[in-house]
């Protein structure tokens, strides 16, 4: 009896001491798990993986700021005899969808890891709380969105495990069955927090400067997706839109803003300046349209080390130009971009 009050009672304790214990960031279990999604897979002793019941659930995630996340805690149900299998993965730069960067050719996870050490506690009914310290810590950009998996690993066919949902968020879940032979975006949250140390003096990239209507009047715009680290944890790429199609043109950058009138546009960037190499708008054939698009991977050019300025807590300022044959001054700039390369 006094053994049973025991177990109880630190059982409780365990409880109250993960209830109380915040994260930096945080989707908390609806009441009672709210509504469950399947996210596991059959560990086939075969190796074909290939039971129509195997689901995967991600869940996204922005951080207010650039952090070093080391542990990270998820709702569901009981643990399947294999563990979890945990990924994170950086968004599909090829949309403004919520959707993780799973489909292009070379795409894979920012880390994969199978945990079968785990916390496990019971927050009530048959839900738990499971919590992880990361194998290796993952540094995630702020105010740049990533996504997590959590899939339960199973040696039984057809069974299954559920994660629970969240009250909090707003992108919902992107989700797939092999079964439904599809993926799915579902309007409820998964529940899941994190928790590290910020990174400090990192900021996330901002667009300033103006850009003029080149000759066929649009507009020439810079983007960017992920953000730009030393360690290679994202992709970073800088954009071109609205340019004239199948035009030449290049990035160029340097470590000072500009603001001044250059060649019917802005020069955006102060010299001394370095130029990436020249390349073709995309966009349509034909008759000439702003459908002209550039693309640049500036996270390979950080990770070359080539250029010794491209350093971390290096501040970087970024603009495109490109030829436009009937204007004036034959050229056409786009606005700009600034950034720092975080760790």
Not at 5 to 34: C, H, I, K, R, W
């Amino acid at each position: 009896m006094k053994s049973l009050a025991l177990s109880l009672f630190f059982a409780l304790v365990a409880t109250l001491s993960a209830d109380a214990q915040s994260f930096l960031y945080e989707q908390p279990m609806s009441p009672n798990g709210g509504t469950l999604r399947n996210s596991q897979l059959w560990v086939d002793p075969s190796g074909q993986n290939d039971l129509d019941s195997d689901a995967i659930a991600w869940e996204d995630f922005t951080l207010p700021q650039t952090t070093t996340i080391t542990k990270l805690r998820w709702w569901g149900q009981t643990a399947p005899p294999l563990g979890f299998m945990v990924s994170f993965f950086n968004q599909d730069p090829n949309t403004i969808a919520c959707q993780p960067d799973i489909f292009a050719a070379g795409s894979h996870p920012i880390s994969e890891e199978t945990y079968t050490t785990f916390t496990q506690v019971s927050v009530g009914g048959s839900m738990y709380q499971f919590e992880i310290t990361l194998v290796t810590p993952l540094v995630f950009n702020g105010l740049t969105r990533y996504f997590v998996s959590v899939v339960g690993l199973t040696p039984i066919p057809y069974a299954t495990w559920s994660w629970a949902q969240s009250p909090v968020g707003t992108n919902g879940t992107f989700w797939w069955m092999r079964g439904a032979h599809m993926y799915f975006h579902l309007a409820d949250e998964r529940a899941v927090a994190l928790d590290g140390t910020p990174v400090a003096g990192c900021t996330a990239p901002s667009i300033y400067c103006t850009t003029k209507t080149n000759s066929l009047w649009c507009n020439p715009a810079i983007g960017y997706t992920g953000s730009p680290t030393a360690s290679g944890s994202t992709a970073f790429h800088v954009t071109g839109v609205n340019f004239i199609n199948k035009k030449s043109g290049l990035l160029f950058y340097g470590s000072t803003p500009n603001g001044v009138a250059f060649q019917g546009g802005t020069l955006c960037v102060k010299l001394p300046i370095t130029r990436t190499s020249v390349q073709s708008s995309g966009g349509s054939t034909g008759t000439s349209d702003c459908s002209g698009t550039y693309d640049y991977d500036f996270e390979s050019l950080i990770l070359a080390g080539t250029d010794p300025s491209l350093v971390t807590g290096a501040k970087v300022y970024a603009q495109y130009w490109s030829r436009d044959p009937a204007a004036v001054s034959t050229t056409s700039l786009s606005n700009a971009v600034a950034f720092e390369i975080c760790p």
